[in-house]
């Protein structure tokens, strides 16, 4: 009897890690749910040999409907869940003292209510079936305290904590949930952050890593393969920095 594929789910195949996780999974033997994957990246995946539902429609999972409509799909077409990654919100840098409320709620929308929603849209599924594996992607920044990005350090420690309590809640329920965190990233959206698009700021920033390098897109999503492709069954509630040695 053939065994069947294991199912992944990915929120936002079309930024950040989402192609590369895509490409890890379908290389692992996984279909795939994804919101907003390109066509190119369907057709690589296809390729890979990974049956593909493609979601449109839901990159903002602070939006009530997306994280459960990117379920949804997921259940109708495959019957079943067995991991799933999300990353939400932005980086929005600056001082406390320089802070204003209005910074604060927009953060707290993409970094705490979009995780919020989407672990309660994939583990009830995964609670019901018996097993699943969740890795919400955060920040490192929320692992300590960080200087001139003080809001968003404060909310992404907020989503992580989110993590590990659901982790402990639904813990013998055979899902696991674990959380990951990332800095010194090489992708667009960081460089806008810091002005690292200037070769000067880029070196700059490279050395305050101890590794004097940036993270790449492809090494961290084979990192979190260890959390979401089915090989290790006995660590949940956990929170591990991806920076370098930054955490």
Not at 138 to 163: C, E, F, I, N
Request: charged residues 15%; glycine residues 10%.
């Amino acid at each position: 009897m053939t065994t069947p594929k294991r199912i992944a789910l990915v929120n936002e195949a079309g930024g950040y890690v989402g192609p590369a996780l895509s490409k890890e999974f379908a290389r692992r033997g996984h279909d795939l749910v994804l919101g907003n994957p390109s066509t190119e990246l369907v057709a690589e995946l296809i390729e890979l040999g990974a049956a593909v539902e493609a979601v449109e429609g839901v990159s903002n999972l602070a939006q009530p409907a997306a994280a459960e409509t990117l379920v949804a799909a997921g259940i109708d077409r495959f019957g079943r869940i067995d991991a799933a990654a999300a990353f939400t919100g932005r980086i929005i840098p600056g001082t406390f003292m320089d802070s204003s409320i209005e910074d604060l709620q927009r953060l707290v929308q993409g970094c705490v209510e979009a995780p919020y929603r989407f672990l309660k849209a994939v583990a009830a599924p995964m609670v019901a079936q018996g097993s699943g594996q969740i890795v919400m992607i955060t920040s490192a920044a929320g692992a300590r305290p960080t200087k001139g990005a003080a809001l968003y350090s404060s909310v992404r420690a907020g989503a992580t904590m989110m993590a590990k309590n659901l982790a402990q809640e639904i813990a013998s329920t055979g899902v696991q949930v674990n959380a990951l965190g990332t800095n010194f990233m090489d992708f667009p959206e960081f460089h806008q952050a810091v002005g690292s698009e200037d070769p000067e700021i880029r070196a700059f920033v490279e050395s305050q890593v101890p590794m004097k390098r940036l993270g790449t897109m492809e090494e961290f999503a084979a990192f979190a393969m260890a959390f979401l492709d089915g090989t290790s069954g006995f660590t949940t509630g956990q929170f591990v920095g991806y920076a370098g040695g930054w955490v």
